[in-house]
């Protein structure tokens, strides 16, 4: 049986608790969804009200670009090596991306190559974390504050790592997570943006429900009113309270996926090192917990890399197809994107997730280690 690049962490405990969801009969946005926004917000010390969960991640990303009015023209700064869901956001919202390079150490947003991006058309910027190296955010937010632009900080691939001395979601102004099946937490599907203003989180939590202005105390209480304002619009976001109680036992359990991630990065890094034509990730501190481990097969060979691994039962990745490579982004503006371009055509992901079993962690080292002594 091959060995999959991701698998979902879940157990009893996602199962009775979807259950328990089920029978209570209120499949929607409901009691669960209050709990789970309230244990996030607990989470990472950030006031509740500012936290709000919707059903993707991708929905997350759309909300804080209209939290930043963008619009039809408008463009946005964001790395090209990304995934294709912030380029789709601002897509939605007649706006363009606009491709910036990356570091080659992190993999992360160069912010070097941000200042001469910017343009009177400049609305936003989207800086994000990638796999288990945390972007250089000081330093994007002072070029942000300088030019009096707002930061979005896409933090998909970190929940539950912490920066400065303060949780991932804490710090910034604008902030959103993924939770889809195969995230540090999952609810299935999911996401949140934390937003410092209340009054712009108010707005998005009307937004995510089709901008229909009613009592949420009473949604969330398995109640609703059938008479409310729509004064702005609006969309169908919202999470169901079916995958906020799956969330809500990841909750419980993170501490022991944090755990487990961490001790398979740190095992991978031990087996896979000085192997001559293989550039492994960083090495992190105590503080990230990692998302993916993405390698670099140098040489022009990772066709006959991931070929050898398929033949070998390990299946492998490649996280991400650079966003101006894509036809619908070919024509969008970009600086020189030389590090994007290299490493484009050198990345595979490996299997990263916490209940790789260690005899399955040995053999994807094994079969790795074979084919470059080949």
Not at 64 to 80: F, H, M, Q, R, Y
Not at 302 to 323: A, C, M, S, Y
Request: proline content about 4%.
């Amino acid at each position: 049986m091959k060995i999959p690049v991701f698998k979902p962490y879940l157990d009893n405990n996602e199962v009775q608790a979807s259950k328990n969801a089920i029978e209570l009969g209120w499949l929607g946005p409901g009691s669960y969804v209050c709990e789970f926004e309230q244990n996030v917000a607990k989470f990472i010390n950030v006031d509740p009200d500012c936290v709000i969960a919707v059903n993707t991640g991708t929905s997350a990303v759309h909300l804080a670009l209209k939290s930043c009015d963008v619009g039809i023209n408008d463009e946005v700064i964001t790395p090209s090596f990304n995934n294709i869901a912030d380029f789709q956001a601002i897509k939605t919202l007649h706006a363009n991306p606009v491709f910036c390079d990356i570091k080659e150490d992190s993999l992360t947003m160069d912010p070097d190559g941000i200042v001469d991006l910017i343009s009177n058309k400049t609305k936003a910027i989207i800086c994000l974390d990638f796999g288990a190296a945390l972007c250089d955010f000081e330093k994007i937010k002072s070029i942000a504050d300088r030019h009096n632009i707002p930061l979005i900080y896409d933090a998909a691939h970190c929940f539950g790592s912490s920066n400065y001395g303060q949780k991932v979601g804490e710090f910034s102004d604008i902030c959103t997570f993924s939770f889809d099946p195969v995230k540090n937490l999952t609810c299935i599907d999911g996401g949140i943006v934390i937003l410092k203003n209340r009054e712009q989180a108010l707005k998005l939590r009307h937004m995510r429900m089709l901008g229909q202005k009613q009592d949420q105390n009473k949604l969330y209480s398995n109640d609703r009113s059938w008479t409310y304002d729509v004064d702005d619009i609006g969309y169908r976001y919202h999470l169901a309270n079916l995958h906020a109680a799956i969330g809500l036992e990841q909750l419980k359990k993170f501490p022991e996926i944090a755990r487990k991630r961490k001790e398979l990065f740190q095992f991978y890094q031990n087996e896979l090192s000085d192997i001559p034509g293989l550039t492994l990730p960083q090495k992190i501190d105590e503080n990230v917990v990692p998302f993916i481990f993405v390698i670099r097969v140098l040489n022009n060979k990772r066709t006959e890399f991931r070929k050898f691994l398929d033949d070998n039962f390990v299946d492998t990745g490649i996280h991400w197809q650079p966003g101006h490579l894509f036809s619908l982004f070919k024509d969008c503006k970009m600086n020189n994107l030389n590090i994007t371009n290299i490493i484009s055509n050198e990345i595979v992901t490996i299997p990263f997730y916490p209940g790789l079993t260690e005899e399955e962690g040995i053999k994807v080292t094994q079969v790795i280690k074979l084919f470059f002594k080949k």
